[in-house]
């Protein structure tokens, strides 16, 4: 079997080395990969917003039978269009890689789940951010809603430091393309933890062996 892991981070880095060691697998490819996971894959180019860059009947065609990739090919549905054509393949879809891809459908997700997270609000224009900034206590975090690489948070200390995140968010001088909704979110401190889960489909309680079918669909 032939399998295809889409990124070039270390979790992609992790995920081609395990995969590589199964004798079921006879080639790992990584698109686009780096130069540590060369040691342990082939690496190929590749746009992760291009899914015919991935899928067979597109473009390079290199995907083989199986992929799974980070939030940009996520979000951009690759998932979803290698489904389409029949191809097997583990990781979110479109719909699901929301959680990854948007702040603000994480953020509503978790309060409608009751799922412990920071105070927060969406605004969707620069005028209704500025009055709800009024509502937080300062310092406060801004972010940007969509996927931005590390560069969409913002912790500020000062009024005006948040004014002018806001602004630039908004008017795109920060992310050079101008966001259409921000999440203002109070600052939390302490430690973060941060956990990679893969799962199989189903949920077993402990001790109780399988769980319901109702625990399986979440």
């Known amino acids: ?3 295809l892991v889409i990124g070039g981070g270390g979790r992609e880095h992790a ?14 490819v990584c698109a686009p990969g780096n130069g540590g996971i060369a040691a342990v ?5 590749a746009d992760q917003k291009d899914i015919d860059d991935f899928a067979p009947g597109g473009g390079r065609g290199e995907a083989g039978s199986d992929g799974g990739g980070p939030g940009t090919a996520a979000g951009a549905g690759l998932v979803d269009a290698m489904q389409q054509r029949e191809l097997r393949v583990f990781g979110p879809t479109r719909e699901a890689a929301l959680l990854e ?7 509503r997700f978790m309060q409608r789940h009751t799922i412990p997270t920071a105070a927060y609000a969406v605004s969707e224009s620069q005028r209704e951010a500025l009055e709800t900034l009024e509502m937080f206590h300062l310092p406060v975090v801004i972010k940007a809603d969509g996927l931005a690489a590390g560069k969409g948070v913002l912790i500020c200390e000062q009024k005006a430091e948040a004014e002018k995140a806001i602004a630039g968010l908004f008017g795109g001088q920060l992310l050079g393309e101008a966001q259409q909704s921000i999440v203002i979110e109070e600052l939390l401190t302490g430690e973060e933890l941060s956990f990679l889960v893969l799962s199989d489909g189903s949920m077993r309680s402990a001790g109780s062996g399988a769980g ?4 399986r669909r979440r």
């Open 212 to 215: 319901s079918q109702e625990d």
């Open 1 to 3: 079997m032939k399998v």
């Open 15 to 28: 995920l081609s080395a395990a995969i590589g060691r199964s004798a079921r697998v006879s080639e790992v």
């Open 101 to 107: 891809t948007s702040k603000a459908h994480a953020k």
């Open 41 to 45: 894959a082939k690496c190929v180019r």
